[in-house]
């Protein structure tokens, strides 16, 4: 691997830097206090955001543009849309992570079409703004425990069941369903659907409210006996015993990368932020021992090694992921270290800042509270551990639980 992020992504990196400095990052706090309230001046970045699309899908900061990587549409490229897509994502969270969950059309039921849609689907879904809802009250981190059902009736999936925790689950346009054409069949019948909002039979339950990432709805959603068309069934209807859950779970192998990359802004701006307000009180020299440093100088350099660390981790899945490599032993990687330093970073940012950290005159209380749900989401930190242990050492789920 080429430790060098390539030329091409430069603008994208230099344009979503300046979206979050100028655009995102001012306008914060203020959804952060009206939370539900929808952020109107998103409908302009998300257009500007579509424009990119349409053109190079690789230069674009939306979840929509990340793929499997093994369609005819990628070819040779060897730095594509899921390069694009976490590279923008980090700066886009640099200035806030809500709002980055919150933009039109760039949700993950998205990420979830461009893994899994066949052609026709991809066209018919197009310039849809999907959330993705797999979260229920009776599983949270085991995917495969999904109660909720879907019945062939005619020409006609129904759906019952409740989801809960779902991102942009009230404003998208559609939700990505995941749901067990035969709960008896374990997790080879879970399936993915999309659900347009205003199909009968689907309702909000109610909206959360969050510790962070507020600028983002958060919603519960109810299925009772809900008629979805056959043809909005992603992928294969076919239940294959044999490949079981791998189907469904590419979907990850694409977007814990791109969770990786959220949490990798996000401690971004507090370990940038705390060394602006230590500058007049301490130097840095890296050609020292950290054992002859003070204690924060030293506490600095070992968050910007973590940080790099995870950085890397990331970068590396993506790039999997547009070479046509499998990558869920590395996504998962990426997702479980990304998840813990985020949280490691900003809370500790928090305390080196003293009682200025703990107060809403900085943004160091508010990004320490948006990172924490980067280390949940996706699959939590001890979920990942499994699949990782699971891959490194070749063992199934039911080996090792």
């Known amino acids: 691997m080429n430790i060098e992020i390539p030329k091409k992504f430069k603008p994208l990196i230099n344009n979503a830097y300046q979206v979050a400095q100028s655009t995102l990052r ?58 694009g897509v976490c590279l923008g994502a980090m700066e886009m969270c640099y200035g806030d992570t809500g709002f980055l969950l919150a933009m039109p059309r760039q949700g993950l039921g998205n990420a979830a079409i461009a893994a899994v849609a066949n052609e026709e689907q991809l066209e018919r879904f197009k310039g849809k703004w999907a959330a993705m809802a797999i979260t229920e009250p009776s599983c949270g981190s085991d995917s495969a425990a999904i109660r909720t059902t879907a019945k062939k009736d005619g020409d006609h999936y129904v759906l019952n069941g409740e989801k809960i925790y779902v991102t942009s689950g009230q404003r998208a346009d559609c939700v990505v369903v995941w749901a067990s054409l035969d709960p008896k069949l374990g997790r080879a019948a879970i399936k993915s659907f999309v659900v347009d909002w205003g199909t009968p039979g689907m309702e909000l339950a109610r909206l959360e409210k969050k510790l962070g990432i507020r600028a983002s709805d958060t919603a519960a959603i109810n299925f009772v006996d809900c008629r979805v068309p056959a043809e909005n069934l992603l992928g294969s209807p076919e239940i294959d015993t044999k ?45 020292k021992p950290v054992d002859n440093c003070s204690a924060i100088e030293a506490e600095i350099y070992k968050m910007e090694a973590e940080w790099e660390a995870a950085y890397w981790l990331a970068v590396k899945a993506a790039w999997m992921a547009d070479n046509k490599k ?28 003293g009682s200025l950290g703990y107060t809403e005159d900085e943004l160091l209380e508010k990004w320490a509270r948006d990172s924490k749900i980067l280390d949940i989401f996706e699959g939590t930190q001890q979920i990942q551990q499994l699949v990782i242990a699971r891959r490194v050492l070749g063992l199934s789920s039911k080996e090792l639980k």
Do not use: Q, W
């Not at 969770?259 to 130097?283: N, Q, W, Y």
């Not at 998962?332 to 270290?337: L, Q």
């Open 243 to 287: 490949k079981g859950f791998a189907g469904v779970m590419e979907t990850f192998d694409n977007t814990r990368p791109l969770v990786a990359a959220m949490a990798i802004g996000c401690a971004k701006a507090s370990l940038e932020r705390i060394k602006e307000l230590l500058k007049d009180s301490m130097t840095y020299d890296f050609g």
């Open 26 to 83: 001012p306008l914060s706090r203020k959804y952060d206090r009206g939370e539900h309230e929808y952020p109107k001046e998103l409908d302009m970045l998300a257009a500007v955001l579509d424009g990119f699309n349409e053109g190079d899908p690789a230069n674009s900061a939306g979840a929509a543009t990340t793929g499997k990587g093994t369609r005819e549409d990628a070819g040779g490229v060897k730095n594509g849309s899921n390069m």
């Open 326 to 353: 499998a990558n869920t032993l590395e996504a998962s990687i990426s997702k479980a270290k990304a998840g813990r330093v985020g949280n490691y970073i900003t809370l500790r940012c928090v305390e080196l800042a």
